[in-house]
């Protein structure tokens, strides 16, 4: 069995008189060593979600540091947001799957969603937090 990663994910918002923004911190451990990098995909619609990165609202890679990885996002306007997250275990900047499309790399999606037979996930099953409050929520794969 794959590793499985957890992140803890706080909101902290502020108000300005045009319109709400918050910054959302997201703290992946369960790394077995350092090698290759976290990958975070944040999504706020169905589009894309959870496995195209190039329809990820916004996507970081990360640096692994002591078997952890710390990224913020900032500026968020209010709404509802999933994660995606890949231990990029050889930096090809990708999920890698064997010949079966089993996941050879760990992952984790936000909110302990599962997909089954029938697929991943879906946006709705995965989506995380309303950025209208601070909340706690959880990511594992």
Same mark, same amino acid.
């Given at each position: 069995?794959?590793?499985?990663?957890?992140?803890?994910?706080?909101?902290?918002?502020?108000?300005? =008189?045009?319109?709400?923004?918050?910054?959302?911190?997201?703290?992946?451990? $369960?790394?077995?060593?350092?090698?290759?990098? +976290?990958?975070?995909?944040?999504?706020?619609?169905?589009?894309?979600? =959870?496995?195209?990165?190039?329809?990820?609202?916004?996507? @970081?890679?990360?640096?692994?540091?002591?078997?952890?990885?710390?990224?913020?996002?900032?500026?968020?306007p209010t709404g509802?947001?999933?994660?995606?997250?890949?231990?990029?275990?050889?930096?090809?900047?990708?999920?890698?799957?064997?010949?079966?499309?089993? =996941?050879?790399?760990?992952?984790?999606?936000?909110?302990?969603?599962?997909? $089954?037979?029938?697929?991943?996930?879906?946006?709705?099953?995965? @989506?995380?937090?309303? +950025?209208?409050?601070?909340?706690?929520?959880?990511?594992?794969?």
């Amino acid at each position: 069995m794959k590793t499985i990663l957890i992140a803890i994910v706080s909101l902290a918002l502020w108000a300005t =008189p045009a319109y709400t923004q918050g910054a959302l911190t997201v703290n992946v451990t $369960g790394f077995k060593n350092e090698k290759g990098q +976290c990958t975070i995909w944040l999504f706020n619609s169905a589009d894309g979600f =959870p496995s195209n990165h190039k329809k990820a609202l916004r996507y @970081v890679e990360a640096p692994i540091n002591g078997l952890s990885s710390l990224v913020v996002f900032n500026q968020l306007p209010t709404g509802h947001y999933a994660l995606a997250v890949v231990y990029d275990q050889n930096g090809n900047h990708q999920l890698n799957y064997n010949l079966f499309h089993i =996941p050879k790399e760990a992952y984790g999606i936000s909110n302990d969603a599962c997909g $089954g037979l029938d697929g991943p996930p879906t946006f709705e099953q995965d @989506v995380d937090s309303d +950025c209208s409050s601070d909340q706690l929520g959880s990511v594992a794969g």
